[in-house]
């Protein structure tokens, strides 16, 4: 039976907050001061810090440091409720939210919705790819990568066999957006400074890092002189860079791809490959959009919006962030944090002003960078380029003031201070959970799916739409 829907007690205006990533908390924060009461809502209990997940993976910093938790930033707000759990319903024509945390429901009414709940890892229609090469998209993700690559590793160390040796040294990345740089970067630093000395059968030095992608250069959105500069400077740390090049395959041995200029095959084995090529907005917007008329979200799942980034004539829905379809604004923090606050201006300026009229969004464009390597990052602001040291202390100041909390940046700071003098890594511990779990837990969807039953494991790992015929078993 479909629960009844619930508001917060008192009559004010109920705004819901799906997902508390950058759009959704910078929102919740600007809600500080205005006459509402606001559910934020979140599958996860934490605010992740994304770009800087490939630091996790590389054992540069540790899971808390770039992920609080959204009871601990949101607790002197007491006009926030939060709530732990997955979306997987909305209902725009009865303004209802349905969420659900292991088979328990939670059914909310809204008067507005901001909907910010970002944008997973796409495989361009090669979904069998994701058991062989795991995207960075959460801790989870940062954490299994890192098991991959110090698994690859300690593998190859009590390896016989050259062949299979040289298939464990060798590291495959596909996509050289900020991400696949960055982590490119990360592990040749790794095998060839980190690890250097502390293995005994193999030479962390002869491993292998290729970086994979279909465009022209690395960084495209970057443009052809910061691209040119950022592979020089990875061909330089000994990370083998294809570009034109579209990958065919991913499997268990390794990874495929076929060059666009010569259509020649290649064939690499390698065990650890890491897929940072795509991106596809969460399956909310499709379904939002689908309940609009006249609203189409694009292939890749994002939502068009209105000036006021409401969608279609649904006034009191926003969708903002990577989810939303604007003026060709591309999937950054800074357009989600300033969607997140311009939206929730324009509640406040309705809620405590009565205001009806809102403006059109503009976006402040504060710059792209992405780093390299150690002491080393390239910049983008306007059309100013700034690369090296420079660039370096800027991306550090950026990302210090961003990270959230005090003691994170505190912390952060400081294994970046040692990082840079040290070859040594503070955060390399890998378990077998972190690099088995994804994919043991989706065995055993595919188990339950063939007996129609859900244990509260899959249950808290299912997707928005699904679970709702089947049958759960007890906690
Ligand atoms: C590895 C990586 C590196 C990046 N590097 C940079 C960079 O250097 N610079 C830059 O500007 N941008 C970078 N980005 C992009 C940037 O992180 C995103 O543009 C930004 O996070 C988008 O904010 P958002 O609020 O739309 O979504 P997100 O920040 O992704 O937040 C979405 C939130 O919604 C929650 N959620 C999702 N679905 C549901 C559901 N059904 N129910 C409940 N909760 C849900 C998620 O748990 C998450 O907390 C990077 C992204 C990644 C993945």
Known sequence: MASTPTRP??????????????????????????????????????????????QVATGVLSSGEIAPTIRQILRKQNNVRVVKAEVRDV????????????????????????????????????????EFAPGMKSIDDALEIRARITGAFERAEITEDPEERKRLLTFVIVGAGPTGVELA????????????????GIDTNTARILLVDGSPQVLPPFG????????KKLEKLGVEV?????????????????????????????????WSA???????????ADQIDGVEADRAGRVPVNDDLSVGDQKDVYIIGD??????????????????????????AQVNEGKSERGAFEYHDKGTMAIVSRFYAVV?????????FLGWLMWLAVHMMFLVGFRNRFVAAYSWGLNSLSPNRWNLVATRQQLHGRNTLQKLRELEDEKGVRSVMVRDNLKVGEGRDIKPTAD
């Open 91 to 130: 209902n725009v024509a009865d303004k209802i939210v349905t969420a659900d945390l292991g088979g328990r429901e939670v059914v909310l009414q809204y008067d507005s919705l901001i909907v910010a709940a970002g944008a997973g890892q796409s495989y361009f229609g090669n979904d069998h790819f994701a």
């Open 380 to 388: 983008k602001l306007g059309d100013r380029e700034i690369t090296g």
């Open 224 to 231: 052809k002189n910061l691209g040119k500069k950022a592979q």
């Open 323 to 348: 989810m939303m379809s604007y003026n060709r604004l591309p999937g950054l923090a800074q357009v989600a944090i300033q969607g997140g606050q311009f939206v929730a201006d324009n509640i406040k």
């Open 185 to 200: 970067g990360q592990v040749a630093e790794m095998a060839h400074r980190t690890l250097r000395n502390e293995f005994r």
């Open 278 to 288: 795509g991106v596809a907005a969460s399956p909310l917007g499709k379904m939002i």
């Open 9 to 54: 007690a008192g009559g004010r205006h109920h705004v819901v907050i799906v997902g508390a990533g950058f759009g959704g908390l910078f929102a919740a924060q600007r809600l500080a001061d205005a006459d509402v009461d606001v559910t934020i809502i979140d599958r996860t209990n934490h605010h992740l810090f994304q770009p800087l997940l490939y």
């Open 242 to 274: 294809v570009t034109d090049s579209l990958v065919t395959n991913v499997d268990a041995h390794g990874v495929t791809w076929k060059s666009m200029k010569t259509e020649e095959e290649t064939s690499v084995g390698s065990y650890c490959k890491i």
